[in-house]
């Protein structure tokens, strides 16, 4: 990667964008309300860069958020993200985030606890807001305490997190649900050599 470059592409949930510099990813953007939003908030955060084709190792990032919103398991942990110029306080941030799995979740004071942090909940919630690479550093993973949504500063606010967390198959809360074969609703699923066929 040598030149500030972004293009769009087409994902289940939406037209995304990408921007990248010589150094890694410096933005991923989620879906507006239409394509020519999408572009103008992608030129407004990265004035410097041009429309291009991705090179190869942005195209590979580009298939992999595809996939993963196609609701396939995929890895973007190895992703170079270029985080120059954020915060060090985002960016630890940022690194425990990348740790969460798809369909995995974290509260923001969970997060705060595994940066030695335990009372910055809230600063955990702002730096997630100021998140330059949804999905890659997926923050849509990061919840509130009690498993509520909390905030998601995208394109249609919580919606749009609580999509996210479902095309994951992720779990928002600890409350049983009618799969669970826990006898919360009164019966438990068999064990599967004694269902019928």
Partial sequence: MTEHGFALFDTDIGRCGIAWGARGIIGVQLPEAGEARTRARLVRRHPHAREAPPPADVRRVI???????????????AAALDM?????????VYEVARGIAPGATLSYGEIAARLGERGLARDVGQALGRNPFPIIVPCHRVLAAGGKAGGFSANGGVTTKLRLLTIERARTSDAPTLFDGDRAFGFALKPKAQRRR
Avoid: N
């Fill in 63 to 77: 298939d992999s958020i595809v996939s993963l919103l196609g609701g396939q398991a995929s890895d973007l942990s």
């Fill in 84 to 92: 120059d110029g954020l915060p060090e306080f985002d960016r630890r």
